[in-house]
């Protein structure tokens, strides 16, 4: 497999422990997974797909060869939760939008979790 | 004794009383001012004699009240020259640049002191808040194994504050940016408060997050996280008891790919049992044999040891040190630093 040696990184053979499971990705596969995602989506954003599962046909039309590269470095369950969870940001970010126009100002950062008594804040 | 002095002597004196009346009898004041101004009051370099005070005038209803404030007010009077200075000062009235300045220095200084304890007491509040009654609603007993393989119980949190964060290793995105963080976080506590803090990543995926696994994932984020696994009912409950949403299927065949749904907040925990008599180090950890709970004590991080703090993801990392810092720095009790 020539190719393995050009990508060291690449997903499809993951190393087993002496204990028996598969060693996690480590930093740099996860990098190059997140790197052919945003690729892959990049792809998706210029043909305005948002939801590769969905418009799968159209997806694999416009951006089959990143799809393919995003499927080699990532494992089947990230590929499908990044899909998902793009469509699930695009809505999150619309209601937000919406809500801010509507008026609604944001929580300021690190604001603690409501503990009981104190609804007054 | 002469009868000039006498005179001098009631004078001075009785301007004396005037002075720490009300304004009304001022005129009667300057009335008295006008006879003996151009001399210097003669008595006011030196105490008046003993002798003086038996001589004449003759006792007055507010004598005895003359007589303290003589002695009494001694070495004011010596202040003023004469009495003019002395009626100058009341002129002027209470206020000096001196007690302007006082004024607004104790005034800033108790604006940032009532700020400083608000916001004690806030961190108390959640702290209180977050522990239940009798039990702690947050936490508990465990019996797991750590990136060794080595058992590690809840026990083994003691005499320290413990970040508790769980998570599994094949986490697509939201785990590794957390542990990044916790990283950060870790390094800027230590910093700050010493080694009082030990961070804790129990997985949430007993079946893929072997010991051998955990110990390659998390090496790459610190050192000093300690990564707990167990079997699948062990995680379970240790799930259940921090209140982490658990949907790790128990079933799973090695080498399949899913992803595990779970709760992501840094948990605060406060285990940190102080014996019967407080301020005394416990010499290991864990203690061999049961230990006293000091009960109502004024540590407000519970003595029992359990939940103080949840923080979530929209805490940054320097946000999130200075809460847990400002936790550690309301402790009162003994802290394990080694």
């Not at chain 2, 009898?25 to 001012?33: E, G, M, P, Y």
């Not at chain 2, 948990?267 to 006293?292: D, F």
């Not at chain 2, 949840?310 to 720095?329: C, E, L, M, Y």
């Amino acid at each position: 497999m020539g190719w393995f040696s050009s990508e060291p990184q690449a997903p499809a053979a993951p190393q087993a422990s002496s204990d028996g499971a598969f060693i996690a990705p480590d930093r740099t596969s996860r990098a190059a997974c997140w790197e052919s995602r945003d690729a892959f989506f990049q792809c998706l954003d210029r043909n305005n797909i948002l939801d590769a599962v969905k418009d799968k046909q159209l997806a694999d039309q416009h951006c089959g060869k990143e799809d393919v590269e995003f499927g080699k470095n990532c494992a089947s369950s990230w590929v499908q939760y990044f899909k998902k969870r793009r469509v699930v940001e695009y809505k999150k970010d619309q209601t937000l939008k919406q809500l801010q126009a509507e008026g609604a100002k944001p929580l300021p950062e690190g604001v603690a979790l409501p503990g009981p008594g104190s609804g007054a804040r | 004794m002469s009868r000039t002095a006498s005179v001098r002597w009631a004078t001075a004196s009785v301007v004396r009383t005037l002075r720490n009346e009300l304004p009304t009898t001022r005129i009667a004041s300057r009335a008295f001012q006008s006879k003996s101004a151009p001399s210097p009051c003669p008595h006011s370099a030196s105490p008046q004699p003993l002798s003086q005070r038996t001589l004449p005038p003759a006792p007055r209803p507010q004598h005895l009240h003359l007589r303290d404030r003589h002695f009494s007010s001694t070495a004011r009077s010596q202040k003023y020259k004469t009495v003019e200075q002395a009626e100058s000062r009341y002129r002027s009235g209470p206020f000096s640049w001196a007690a302007g300045v006082l004024f607004l220095l104790s005034g800033a200084g108790l604006i940032v002191y009532f700020r400083y304890e608000k916001a004690r007491m806030e961190r108390k509040r959640i702290a209180e808040a977050t522990k239940g009654i009798g039990k702690p609603k947050v936490g508990g007993s465990f019996k797991l194994v750590d990136q060794d393989g080595r058992p590690f119980a809840d026990e083994r949190l003691r005499g320290k504050y413990a970040l508790v964060y769980f998570g599994f290793t094949h986490c697509p995105d939201i785990c590794p940016e957390e542990l990044d963080k916790m990283a950060i976080m870790i390094d800027k506590v230590k910093e700050t408060s010493g080694n009082v803090m030990r961070p804790i990543f129990i997985t949430c995926d007993p079946a893929r997050d072997t010991p051998e696994v955990l110990k390659r994932y998390l090496r790459e984020f610190h050192p000093d996280i300690i990564g707990l696994t167990g079997t699948w009912e062990d995680i379970k409950s240790v799930c259940k008891a921090y209140r982490v949403y658990f949907s790790t299927p128990a079933d799973v065949k090695p080498g399949q790919d899913y992803l595990v749904d779970h709760s992501i907040y840094f948990y605060l925990m406060g285990k940190l049992r102080t014996s019967g008599t407080p301020g005394v180090n416990h010499p290991s950890w864990p203690p061999p044999g049961p230990i006293v709970e000091s009960k109502g004590s004024r540590l407000h991080a519970d003595p029992e040891g359990d939940f103080v703090e949840a923080i979530g993801r929209n805490f940054s990392p320097d946000q999130a040190a200075r809460v847990i810092n400002n936790h550690i720095k309301d402790w009162r009790g003994t802290l394990d630093k080694n």
